[in-house]
Every structure is written in structure tokens, then in C-alpha cells.
């Protein structure tokens, strides 16, 4: 899933400049799972916002609102109807959500509350770590399921650097090195000399480095553009 | 015809000809200034000129920012040295790698040292964009298809004259997962690697222990590999390196030497006690490179004295390799 982060209130509040009635817009899906951007984070939020602006003597309007996902057009656009009231909406979803909203509603400038922090799995109760970067190549199949794209910080594809040590990487006592786990399930599968071949250098054009990626897939389009 | 030319040398450095002699080969390290100076490299490379058969000249060293390592190496063979330029996968995608080798290979450099780089985190700009287009593998085995078979990464024909480097490496026989290290070697050997520079050896039992499966795999025959040596600048150093380097491991006895140089030497006397710890590094030095020289498949040391290059002439003297070959 999407992990979020929110940003402080000094951001948000300088974001919101001179806008006196703001809408709060939440999402229902990934950052209401990580507790970044859903109902409960949006009336924490909105409280938040009313009382400082009014300590500063500025008092805010401030409305509260949650769709289900902020990143399709069939759950926001219901939204359109109330929009014209506001000076800007603060949205506590994903960067992708933020965009969505500015794509439908150009009217009306929604900013982000939100920092868009990675695709990712919770731990545990409040602990959420990184496994995907979307790189467009998986080889998740080479490196026994774990991605040194992600979790690697060098994103290395032949074996760890020499700066593991104790299982952990160097550039952080509580990143575990990828290599090494990589290392230790070609063991337990019987496996290590799959690990011996050179991999080449990676295609990164799959990747952002290729420009903004499409996905379009005819056999489910409803309309064909000839 | 890549051949006649360089009368069957790869790069035909005075490095590879000091290896391929059979020779014990000992290389040191020049460190950049974080300034525009060209009197740095000149006094350094100054205090090691005729002591050691080729210099690194480090490539934005702990991702902190200095002055280029190619126009640290010209400046460097302006006063008689011969450079091992350091290349790193950190700050550089595979065009930027490509061309920066085309111009150093036009301008004489004739040894490379391919490296994954220190993460940005550790240096002075840790905000930065780290690259990481290729790893340290893949760098190896581009320098070699462009060397060997005058192609470019893409597999465009290199239309002209080839650059032409010995090939190095890094390996680091201490990090983990410990097992894993000797067959990082070999994958550095089967991507066309000449010569391995280990990171600083402080622990010989392991050290030895990683020298043996390495002669048991016959990757000794394939590549030479030049043991890293560290003179320890004071006990605190020592403790600092056992302690807190990621990557490193240093036998205690070294730490206890260390601390036991400066006894009866009251604390207020700083320059004594700098003066006797560097005194008892150097030996310690010495004795490493002996004990080295005897070790199967080791073919030189590699001498990273970071800003204490006075330090290496002693050690070289000390260790016997003075006046080194000429070949």
C-alpha cells in the first residue's frame, strides 16, 4: 500500500496562506490504513487548523469531508457541487490523490497535507517499511523475493558492498542489509549460485527514469481511439 | 592489433608491469583537496613519488566533495606519479562513467579503480541524489567490454582508439555476510578484473582465513590482490575504527598496542603522545606487511595513510621494498 506521512501544521498552515474557508479531504483507502489521511486524521486535523488560525487571529472556516478513494474520478467527483465555497482544499491523500483532485477540479487549487512517503507493509502496530519502488522490472524472481531496488540503499544487483556488517547496512543501524537477507534465503533454498551470476546492468527505462509511465491496456478500454 | 601496441599489456601501467614481473607491489593513496589548489596534489604526490609503484587518487572520498580524481591524477603525473584513478557508481549514470573514462584515458591515465562509492549520507551533502546506475560489477565489466572488445555499454563500436586501463576493484574481506565474500571476489574476476585492493586489513586471522578460500578457489591465479594497510594514527583512532566503522573489524591487540605506545606519557603532552602513537602505527605497519608478504596469493599492499602520506616512505623503508623495481 500507499504510506503517507502527515506534514507539520507550520507547513500546512503556510501552504494555506490567506485561504479563509478551507475543505479537509480525506481518502478511504491507503492512508486511512496507516492513519495519515482518513475520517478520524481529518477531524484531528480540521480541529487543529481551526484553533490555530484563530489563536493567530485569522480564524479559519474549516469543512471536513472523506471519500472512499481520492484517487478515481467516480468517488470525487460528487464532490464538485461544494468546491465553488472554498478558497482551497487541503487533502490528506497520496500525492496521487492531490493530482486527481486538481485534474477534475482546476477551479479550485487542492494542496497536499500530506507527504507521500513510499509503497510499503506495516510491520506492526505503527511501523510501516519499505518493499517496492515501482522500478517496472521486477526481480524479485533473482533475489529470492526480497528487492534490493527498494531495500538495498545503493540498489545493488550483484551482492552487498562492503559496508554490511551484523546484517544491518551502513547507512543506518536499523536498515536491515538486503544482501544479506537475499544471501541468507539462497541458503535456506540451496540455492547460493543462482546469486554467482553477473546480473546486468538494469533497464531503467521501465522505470521514472524513462519519463511518466502509461499503462494502456486495449482489451479493456471502452472507447478506441483509432 | 590492440596487442602489438601495447606489446601484449592490457593498459600497460608500470603497475601491471611491476605485477606481471611477479614483483610485491605496493600502492598508496592521494586524497583531492576539498578546494581548487593544484599545490595539494603536488606536495603529496611529492612525499610519494618513487616510494610506490601507483597512487589512488580517491574519487569524492566519504561522498565528500573534492576536486575531480582525473584532474587530480593529471596534476598528480605532472610530478612523476602514476595514478590509479578511483571511479565510483555513486555520483555518475553510465553516460557520465563512459565519457569521464574516454577523457581520462586520452589524457594517460592507465589505472582505474572501480567502486560502488560511500553512501551521500556519510558526507557533506547528504541531501544529494545518489546514482547507482551501475554497481561496481557491471562498472568492471563495461570498463573491460570497452578495453577488450571496443564496444560501449549500449554495444556501439568504439570507433578509434579504445581507453585502456588496468582494471581494479575493491573487495572487502571483513563485511558480511562473511561467506559471501570470497564469491564476490570470483564475480569480480569473471567480470574482468585485474587487480583487487582489500579494504584495511586490522584483523589477520580473518584476513588469512578469507586468503585461504580465496587460494582454495584459485581466484589468486586470476587476479592480484594487494592487501589494504591502515598505519593507526592514534588509540582513540583504533577505537573508533573497532568501535563505529561499519564494514571494519580490528583485532584488539591492535587497540591495546596502540594504548600502551603512550603510557608514562603525561596527557598534557600532545605532541609526544601524537608523535609516539604515530611511531608505534608505522611499526605496526611494518610488521603487517610482513607477515603479509608471507601470506599465499597476496601480491602487494595497498597503503591507505589518509592525510599522513608522510607516513608511507617509512613504512615502505621499514617494510624492506625500497628502492622499488624499475620495469
Not at chain 1, 500500500?1 to 501552504?15: F, H, R, S, Y
Not at chain 1, 487549487?109 to 522490472?137: H, I, K, S, Y
Not at chain 2, 592490457?10 to 601491471?16: A, Q, R, V
Not at chain 2, 608523535?275 to 610482513?290: L, M, P, S
Request: one cysteine or more; hydrophobic letters at 40%.
Amino acid at each position: 500500500m500507499i504510506v503517507g506521512e502527515q506534514k507539520p501544521l507550520e507547513e500546512i498552515m503556510a501552504l494555506l496562506g490567506d485561504a479563509r474557508k478551507v475543505l479537509v479531504a480525506g481518502c478511504g483507502t491507503c492512508v486511512t490504513v496507516c492513519f495519515a489521511g482518513g475520517e478520524k486524521e481529518v477531524g484531528i486535523l480540521a480541529s487543529a487548523l481551526r484553533m490555530k488560525s484563530k489563536l493567530e487571529g485569522h480564524p479559519m472556516e474549516v469543512d471536513e469531508v472523506t471519500v472512499q478513494r481520492q484517487c478515481e474520478w467516480e468517488y470525487i467527483d460528487p464532490l464538485k457541487p461544494r468546491l465553488k465555497d472554498y478558497d482551497a482544499v487541503l487533502s490528506l491523500a497520496c500525492g496521487i490523490g492531490v493530482q486527481a483532485m486538481n485534474e477534475r477540479f482546476p477551479d479550485v487549487l487542492t494542496l497536499p497535507g500530506l507527504n507521500t512517503t513510499f509503497l510499503g507493509l506495516p510491520m506492526e502496530q505503527g511501523v510501516w517499511e519499505e518493499r517496492c519502488q515501482a522500478c517496472g522490472d521486477c526481480i524479485l524472481g533473482l533475489t529470492f523475493g526480497i528487492c534490493p531496488i527498494a531495500r538495498c540503499s545503493k540498489q545493488l544487483l550483484n551482492g552487498p558492498c562492503g559496508g554490511s556488517q551484523n546484517g544491518v547496512c551502513e547507512v543506518d543501524p536499523d536498515i536491515p542489509c538486503a544482501w544479506q537477507l537475499i544471501w541468507e534465503r539462497a541458503i535456506a533454498f540451496g540455492q547460493v549460485e543462482r546469486l554467482l551470476e553477473i546480473q546486468p546492468p538494469k533497464n531503467w527505462s521501465k522505470s521514472r527514469d524513462g519519463g511518466p509511465r502509461k499503462i494502456v491496456r486495449e482489451d479493456l478500454r471502452l472507447t478506441h481511439t483509432e | 592489433m590492440a596487442e602489438e601496441r601495447t606489446n601484449g599489456y592490457k593498459s600497460g601501467s608500470n603497475l601491471e608491469k611491476i605485477l606481471r614481473a611477479g614483483h610485491f607491489a605496493v600502492t598508496a593513496e592521494l586524497g583531492p583537496p576539498q578546494s581548487a589548489d593544484p599545490e595539494v596534489i603536488r606536495h603529496k604526490a611529492r612525499l610519494l613519488r618513487g616510494v610506490v609503484d601507483a597512487v589512488n587518487i580517491t574519487d569524492n572520498q566519504t561522498a565528500i566533495v573534492r576536486m575531480s580524481s582525473i584532474a587530480s591524477a593529471v596534476l598528480a603525473m605532472q610530478e612523476g606519479i602514476e595514478p590509479i584513478v578511483q571511479m565510483t557508481c555513486r555520483d555518475r549514470n553510465r553516460l557520465a562513467i563512459q565519457a569521464d573514462l574516454l577523457g581520462a584515458s586520452a589524457l594517460g591515465v592507465r589505472n582505474l579503480l572501480c567502486l560502488t562509492g560511500d553512501h551521500q549520507s556519510f558526507g557533506n551533502h547528504p541531501t544529494a541524489k545518489n546514482v547507482h546506475d551501475l554497481d561496481s560489477i557491471q562498472l568492471i565489466r563495461m570498463v573491460k567490454e570497452m578495453r577488450d572488445e571496443g564496444r560501449f555499454q549500449c554495444g556501439d563500436e568504439i570507433k578509434g582508439v579504445v581507453p585502456r586501463f588496468l582494471i581494479g576493484a575493491a573487495i572487502n574481506p571483513f563485511a558480511d555476510p562473511f561467506e559471501f565474500r570470497p564469491y564476490r571476489l570470483a564475480k569480480k574476476v569473471a567480470a574482468g578484473v585485474d587487480f583487487i585492493q582489500t579494504q584495511i586489513v586490522l584483523d589477520m586471522d580473518r584476513f588469512r582465513e578469507f586468503m585461504k578460500r580465496v587460494v582454495d578457489m584459485g581466484l589468486h591465479e586470476k587476479v592480484y590482490i594487494l592487501a589494504g594497510i591502515g598505519p593507526l594514527k592514534s588509540a582513540g583512532a583504533a577505537r573508533y575504527m573497532r568501535d563505529k566503522v561499519p564494514g571494519m573489524l580490528v583485532a584488539d591487540e591492535y587497540v591495546e598496542r596502540m594504548q600502551a605506545a603512550v603510557k608514562g606519557i603525561p596527557k598534557e603532552d600532545k605532541k609526544a603522545r601524537r608523535e609516539a602513537w604515530r611511531q608505534e602505527g608505522i611499526r605496526i605497519a611494518i610488521e603487517q606487511i610482513q607477515e603479509i608478504k608471507e601470506i599465499e596469493g597476496v601480491a602487494g599492499v595497498h597503503i591507505m595513510a589518509i592525510e599522513w602520506e608522510e607516513a608511507v616512505k617509512p613504512i615502505v623503508e621499514g617494510a624492506g621494498l625500497l628502492p622499488r623495481p624499475e620495469v
